[in-house]
Each structure stands twice: as C-alpha cells, then as structure tokens.
Nanobody
Framework: QLQLVESGGGLVQPGGSLRLSCAAS????????IGWFRQAPGKEREGVAC????????NYADSVKGRFTVSRDNANNTVYLQMNSLKPEDTAVYYC??????????????WGKGTLVTVSS
C-alpha cells in the first residue's frame, strides 16, 4: 500500500511560480510511475504530467508544456511539479497518483488527497 501526500499549494499571482511536492510512504516508491492531475471547479479531472519509474521519462498535457516540469527524487520518495508562468486557468486542486507498468493518466492505483492552487491577482 502506497500513501501519497501533496503539499506546496497556495495563492500566487498570474505569471508567478509554485513547486508542488508529492511525498510517498508505505511501499517501494521507485517502482511506481507518478502522475499529476488537476481538477478545477465545475470541470473534470485532467492529467497534467507524469514521470516514469524506470527511465524518468516524462509526458505533459499540451496546456502545460513548456511551463510545468515534473521530476522525482527516489532517495527521498518525492515527486515534484515545478509550475512557472502560472495562469488563472491553472487554478485547481492538484493531485498526485501512482501506477504500475507505464507512465500515463489512466489506471492509477493510489491517489493523494490534493493541494489547492489558486492563481489570482
């Protein structure tokens, strides 16, 4: 069983930056592919970024390419989401989730409870 806890959310002005963290415990973290998701009020949850377990390859949604960067530190059981050039439309609850086998946005096995990011002036 893997437990995931997100942190780092908050209020930021448009154009600003935030770094989210996803801390894992309870299982062998390095074997999991980790995805970041977000859900804005009144909208469906969407995949934002993922990072693979074996070669740390990454994948991003078109809406965040060039602005967001996902990375992982297996020694500290943590995945990060660096978010730059934030826009009001990035406002959402951000979740991290873990899955086996492949990096992607479906079939996640474990979820965190989320952290709120608000982009507003």
């Amino acid at each position: 069983q893997l437990q995931l806890v997100e942190s780092g959310g908050g209020l930021v002005q448009p154009g600003g930056s935030l770094r989210l963290s996803c801390a894992a415990s309870g299982s062998t973290f390095a074997v999991y592919n980790i995805g970041w998701f977000r859900q804005a009020p009144g909208k469906e949850r969407e995949g934002v970024a993922c990072i693979s377990s074996h070669d740390t390859s990454t994948n991003y949604a078109d809406s965040v390419k060039g602005r967001f960067t996902v990375s992982r530190d297996n020694a500290n059981n943590t995945v990060y989401l660096q978010m730059n050039s934030l826009k009001p439309e990035d406002t959402a609850v951000y979740y991290c989730a873990a899955k086996f086998f492949t990096c992607g946005f479906d079939g996640m096995n474990y979820w965190g409870k989320g952290t709120l990011v608000t982009v507003s002036s």
